[in-house]
Structures are given as C-alpha cells and as structure tokens.
C-alpha cells in the first residue's frame, strides 16, 4: 500500500491539499490509483489529468531508497501519525523521518527564529533549548541556520528530544556543515519531512514546511526575528491552527528584533525564559514545570557556590593566554568528557567538528560537554560554530 501512497503525493500538478482532497475519495489510494478518468468525474473531480499518469517508475525507486537508507514512512492512515497534524486543512499524506518519533502526546514547543541571529540572540535561543530540552519538554524546529540550531544544539545538549522540520528530503543536510549534528538529531529523536529523499531544498518548499513546525507544537516561541522573516510566517500559521505563539523582547533598535515587537504588538505571549513558557502549561503538564524549578534552583546553588569560593587570580605566565585561572580542585571536578574537551582549547580556539574528531566523542556529547564548561564559566561560544577558554588553565 506504501507505494500508492507515494504515487499518489507525487503526482505533479495535484499538490497536498489535491492529494488530501483523494485521499477521502477512496478507501484507500490503490483504489484512486486503479481508477480511471470516468470515475474521477462521477465523483466531482476537476482536476484529475495528473492521476492519469500511472507511472511507478518514480514510486519503486522513492521506496527503495527508503528501504537503503534507513528512513521510515508513517500515512495518514495509520494510527501513529500526529493527531495534530490531522486537524489541518492541507495535512501531508506521507511523512518521512529518520530516527524515533516523539511521543506526540506531550508537550512539543517550536523554537525558532533568524537565520542572521546576533549574540543576543543566540545567547537567548541557548538558554531556552537547553531549558526546555533539560524540563523534558520536546524542541521542534526547522534546522536553519542561526536561531534554530543554536536551540536544538542546547537542547541535545542537556539530554533534550528534538525533531527537525525539513524543506528537503531528510537524507540531504542543509545547511551541509551541520551533517554531524543531524546524525545526533536522528540519534535524539528525528528529522521529519514531507518531501522524498533526495529533494534538494528550494525556497518556495519552507514556506510550505513551516506549517508542519507550528501544527505538530502547542505554542511557537520566537527568539528573534526581523520584520521579514520565515519566523514570522510560522507564528501566523500558528495563530490560524490555534496555537500559542510567544515572543522574547528584543532591542527597539535593531532591525532583527523588529518582528518580535509586532508579535508583541499584536498580543503575543510576552516570554523572558523557559519558565514563563512552562507556565502556560501547567494544569496539562505539572512534572514539566516542577522540573524546570528543580533546574533554576540547581543554577541558583551553583551560583552560590561559585561565589562562596572565589578563585585566586594570580599573574599568569609569559607563555599561557591571559584570562582565568583555575586551580586542580575545580578541575577535578569536571566530568571524563568535559576535562577530554578542555584539553582540546587549551592551546587554540577550535571548530565543534575539530573537537568532535580530535576527542572522538559522539557530537552530542561534545556539545554536552561545552554547553556545561559555558555554564561553568570556562568555555565561551565564538562566531563560525568555534569554541575558545575564557582563559588559561593551570593545574
């Protein structure tokens, strides 16, 4: 049955809401397949002519591709598929993904935003992915550059379960630099798209694939967005589908902030951290909530800590970087991980995949490692996906 699915969500010139549109014509899509053009006008049918290519070429090699590549399928029949994907009105017939599907009937929140993110934020969409992600709550997002990655990065990071929306097939990275980081996306959760493997991303696809962010969350979190941005488009069809939409404040005066004052403007949810997001779900899901206040005063005795035992400062050497000093007792507290990632900075900035290789750590643990020695105030974030000591290290 699988190929009559894909025959029939291929057809060119029939589009999702006409595939959609069949599908409840027939008992199944073989049967709309079988059909002839005498049919399809008895039951009202205009716009039938591509139905009348009955060509499976297309079809057996989209399944076998499948069957090489490790990637699943889920229909619109079968009883897996998102109960909130079936309530839109243009829902994609054929989904396919790689990795584990969530489990749908928890919380899911998109976060999403810029691909041209400034150290704001970034540093916001940080924060949030790895709070959300260590609250339990699961991250969807589109894979793009800049706000999207930064938060699902945070949220592998903390252990979180993210799933990927992509404008391509779910075999073709994009952008290619984060293949690594996709292969933990399946690993964590999975990379769904509603188009075949091997579609190359083209603009007008994202549009098309930001419905599916915002239809599979409860509430859509923007963390930064100009005035013309794809974060906006899937704020809207969230809006339209019933969902919540938040956004963070941003500075009056930057351009990339100036989609998020709209939101804002137009009644948005007015959000400063994960948990104020959380508490707009507490009666459907109290143990997500009780987790992230269990996480702040986690932070809130850390903090504590770190100022109850100030480190010495002495001159550092000639022949070491200038910057923080730090003696072999906070040093032997650093996990197996973390201490294997030091070790790497210690001599030069490095790229994540540079470290990736070098400690041959899963990428996710890596960025685990990184986000925890960032919290620890030992490592800092650089532009171009670089990491670098916030100063030297001596034992």
Request: aromatic share 6%; proline share 6%.
């Amino acid at each position: 049955m699988l190929r009559y699915w894909i025959w029939l969500t291929t057809r060119k010139g029939l589009g999702t809401r006409g595939a959609s549109l069949v599908a409840g014509l027939f008992p199944n899509p073989e049967q709309a397949y079988l059909a002839d053009a005498e049919v399809y006008t008895a039951l009202g049918l205009r716009n039938f002519e591509p139905l009348l290519d009955k060509d499976l070429t297309e079809t057996n090699e989209i399944l076998q591709r499948c069957y090489s590549e490790g990637i699943s399928l889920i229909t619109f029949q079968d009883a897996a598929y998102p109960q909130q994907l079936r309530a839109l009105s243009d829902p994609p017939m054929v989904l396919y993904y790689r990795g584990q599907l969530p489990d749908f009937s928890t919380l899911l929140l998109a976060v999403v935003g810029t691909r041209r993110a400034t150290p704001y934020g970034q540093l916001q969409a940080r924060k949030l992915g790895y709070a959300l992600g260590r609250c339990g709550a699961v991250l969807v997002s589109g894979c793009a550059r800049g706000i999207d990655i930064t938060a699902m990065e945070a949220a592998l990071s903390a252990g979180g379960t993210v799933v990927g929306i992509m404008g391509c097939g779910v075999d073709v990275p994009y952008p290619r630099e984060n293949s690594a980081l996709y292969r933990d996306i399946a690993y964590h959760g999975c990379l769904i798209s509603e188009y075949p493997p091997g579609t190359t991303p083209r603009p007008e696809f994202f549009p098309v694939r930001n419905r599916l962010i915002s239809g599979l969350s409860m509430g859509v979190v923007v963390v930064e967005a100009p005035a013309r941005s794809g974060s906006l488009i899937t704020a809207q069809r969230a809006l339209d589908q019933g969902r919540d939409v938040f956004a963070l404040p941003g500075n009056v005066d930057s351009d990339t902030c100036a989609g998020n004052l709209s939101l804002l403007r137009d009644g948005a949810i007015l959000v400063r951290d994960a948990r104020d997001i959380l508490e707009e779900y507490e009666q459907v899901f109290p143990d997500i909530l009780q987790k992230c206040q269990d996480l702040e005063l986690e932070q809130q005795e850390n903090a504590r800590l770190r100022v109850a035992q100030p480190v010495q400062r002495p001159e550092p050497l000639a022949q070491e970087p200038a910057g923080l000093i730090l003696d072999s007792a906070v040093l032997a507290g650093l996990s197996d991980d973390e201490s294997a990632v030091l070790e790497q900075l210690r001599e030069m900035n490095r790229e994540i995949d540079d470290i990736v290789d070098e400690t041959q750590l899963p990428s996710g643990r890596a960025l685990a490692a990184l986000t925890l020695l960032e919290v620890k105030g030992l490592v800092r974030r650089l532009p171009g996906r670089r990491f670098g000591l916030t100063g030297s290290i001596e034992q």
